[in-house]
């Protein structure tokens, strides 16, 4: 024996609250995976399967705000006829709840998607970085001794070029 009207109404009411409810944890999803992707794109490389995951999880929680708000209209739609019915024509709620749940599945996969970005050189990159420093090292040393060098003799030069240059004079003048 279905209940009276105002209980199935009460009872519509009920499950509508619930799809606004899942309907906020999907929102709470977005967010979460907004945060988890400023850090994550800050921290690892090798993204591609995150990025699977942060997309399809996305999709997935829109998807779950839809059909939660198809789900909520039908109920509502229902309610104008008098008729509260609690399982309205594609079970709209029941695709809501899976899209959250795929969508928080997808948020918990993508945490762990990715490679940690090396935060410090390895032994070998730092042998090669050695190696590289020395290496200009020694030739600045070199060019330094060789500007040294040309400097004295541009000195010398300069003083033999003072010493032996003779005054010259131009015909007719004195």
Same mark, same amino acid.
């Given at each position: 024996?279905?209940?009276?009207?105002?209980?199935?109404?009460?009872?519509?009411?009920?499950? !509508?609250? /619930?799809?606004?409810?899942?309907?906020?944890?999907?929102? #709470?999803?977005?967010?979460?995976q907004?945060? &988890?992707?400023?850090?994550? $794109?800050?921290?690892? =490389?090798? $993204?591609?399967?995150f990025?699977? *995951?942060?997309?399809?999880?996305? +999709? !997935?929680?829109?998807? @779950?705000?839809?059909?939660? #708000?198809? #789900?909520?209209?039908? &109920?509502?739609?229902?309610?104008? =006829? #008098?008729?509260?019915?609690?399982?309205p024509?594609?079970? @709209?709620?029941?695709?809501?709840? &899976?899209?959250?749940? $795929?969508?928080?599945?997808?948020? /918990?996969?993508? +945490?762990? *998607?990715?490679?940690?970005?090396?935060?410090?050189?390895?032994?070998? %990159?730092? %042998?090669?970085?050695?190696?590289a420093?020395?290496?200009? %090292?020694?030739?600045?040393?070199?060019?330094?001794?060789? *500007? !040294?060098? /040309?400097?004295?003799?541009?000195?010398? $030069?300069?003083?033999n070029?003072?010493?032996? !240059?003779?005054?010259?004079?131009?015909?007719?003048?004195?």
């Amino acid at each position: 024996m279905p209940g009276t009207l105002d209980d199935q109404r009460n009872a519509a009411t009920i499950y !509508a609250s /619930l799809s606004s409810y899942v309907m906020t944890a999907s929102l #709470g999803v977005i967010a979460a995976q907004a945060a &988890i992707a400023t850090f994550v $794109l800050d921290k690892r =490389d090798h $993204l591609g399967w995150f990025l699977v *995951c942060m997309i399809v999880g996305i +999709v !997935a929680s829109v998807v @779950s705000i839809v059909f939660g #708000g198809k #789900g909520i209209a039908a &109920i509502a739609a229902g309610g104008l =006829d #008098g008729t509260w019915s609690l399982k309205p024509d594609g079970d @709209s709620f029941n695709k809501q709840a &899976i899209a959250c749940l $795929l969508g928080m599945f997808l948020l /918990l996969a993508s +945490v762990f *998607c990715g490679r940690t970005k090396p935060d410090n050189p390895n032994a070998d %990159q730092i %042998q090669r970085l050695n190696a590289a420093v020395t290496q200009q %090292q020694t030739q600045i040393d070199a060019l330094k001794s060789q *500007c !040294a060098t /040309l400097a004295n003799e541009l000195k010398s $030069l300069s003083g033999n070029v003072a010493h032996t !240059a003779k005054p010259t004079t131009k015909k007719g003048h004195r």
